[in-house]
């Protein structure tokens, strides 16, 4: 069978296909499609302001994307749920003067249960002809998993609202920023349009802003330096006005809802004080069980810091396991995310050619 027709879509992956190869009787099969990244693309004016990069999360929803046409090439209708993705590593970036993403994506088993089917795959992404990304292991299928049983304690305890938006009718001084251990939803606003601080001493990282921003309020940020750990619950409102629902009406794509792991995780290290831009680096696994819909009305995120420190060149990282739950529903669990902060890399100069490195 042909792969689908792509259509337009601020959430389409691709522009084209170049290559295709399927074989119904092994099940296997490979894509190679391309985005023409354009220097106004849609979410380098939020992601970030003053520091446009590609979004990771959209390399990540892209292999499912090619994963789904694959599986429809092979005739499995329905096979375009998120089901996994495994050892995720980030080692490039795509900025807005780069000119060709390009998506190699292989098919390597179809698995089939009653009505049922699940297919897995690998990929690599490379923008230019260096490679950027690349995915071990990713599943989609025409069924989610089964939730685990009960989620963690973390998440089903009693947690504090934060206080009402008037919190933020000021900048916060970097000391005051340090020792919050709550922050409202316009300070989250304030803090994705680099407004939060008043002339912070460094270089501080920054959240995404709208529409990329996955982050409403954090009603508790908290860590233990005897053990190294610490602890992030946040929310998001949702519902059927949020911008994706006309472009995804089957569901918040599950990329999105990573990627407000890694936001979290990224104001983690900017709260412990350390300077430099926020990068994701991958996550290890990512189970998924659920979409968020529509109909949901708030997304909850229980973020657990397994680990932070120095890195190489001034900068840190932090390694975290993460829950998402829309109205105390299971979504998804995130094991071993990765997110480091790097100093000197923010490209201040957009749009203009010329950047830090």
């Not at 002809?129 to 995915?135: D, E, Q």
């Not at 300070?187 to 912070?200: D, H, Q």
């Not at 001493?201 to 995404?208: A, R, T, Y």
């Not at 819909?293 to 932090?318: H, I, Q, T």
Request: hydrophobic fraction near 45%; charge should be negative; aromatic fraction near 8%.
């Amino acid at each position: 069978m042909a792969l689908p027709i792509l259509q337009p879509s601020p959430l389409s992956a691709f522009d084209e296909i170049l290559e295709q190869e399927l074989d119904e009787r092994s099940g296997r099969g490979r894509l190679r499609a391309a985005r023409h990244n354009r220097m106004d693309d849609w979410f380098y004016g939020c992601h970030f302001v003053g520091d446009p990069v590609m979004p990771g999360c959209w390399g990540v929803d892209a292999v499912w994307q090619g994963l789904a046409l694959l599986a429809a090439g092979l005739g499995l209708k329905g096979c375009d749920k998120p089901l996994a993705m495994e050892e995720v590593r980030f080692f490039g970036q795509i900025r807005p003067h780069d000119r060709i993403v390009d998506y190699s994506i292989e098919l390597s088993e179809v698995e089939r249960s009653g009505g049922d089917a699940m297919v897995s795959g690998r990929a690599q992404v490379s923008v230019d002809g260096a490679p950027v990304y690349s995915i071990g292991l990713a599943r989609l299928g025409t069924a989610f998993w089964e939730a685990p049983a009960s989620p963690p304690a973390a998440a089903t305890a009693s947690v504090p609202q934060a206080p009402a938006q008037a919190e933020a009718s000021r900048p916060l001084g970097f000391e005051e920023f340090l020792h919050r251990d709550h922050f409202s939803s316009a300070e989250i606003v304030a803090l994705s349009l680099g407004r939060l601080v008043a002339k912070p001493p460094i270089e501080l990282g920054l959240l995404p802003a709208a529409p990329m921003l996955q982050v409403g309020q954090v009603e508790r940020i908290s860590f233990n330096p005897a053990s190294g750990e610490g602890l992030i619950a946040a929310s998001l409102p949702n519902g059927p006005r949020d911008w994706f629902y006309p472009m995804s009406p089957s569901g918040k794509p599950a990329a999105l809802s990573i990627d407000g792991v890694w936001q979290l995780m990224g104001l983690f290290l900017a709260w412990r004080g350390q300077p430099g831009t926020g990068r994701a680096l991958g996550f290890e696994r990512v189970e998924i069980f659920d979409a968020v819909v529509a109909s949901d009305r708030l997304v909850r995120y229980e973020v657990r810091v397994l680990k932070s420190g120095p890195s190489g060149g001034g900068g840190a990282f932090v390694h975290a396991d993460a829950d998402v739950f829309a109205d105390g529903r299971p979504i998804l669990r995130c094991v071993n995310a990765s997110v480091a902060c790097h100093p000197g890399i923010r490209y201040s100069n957009y749009p203009f050619a010329q950047e830090a490195s």
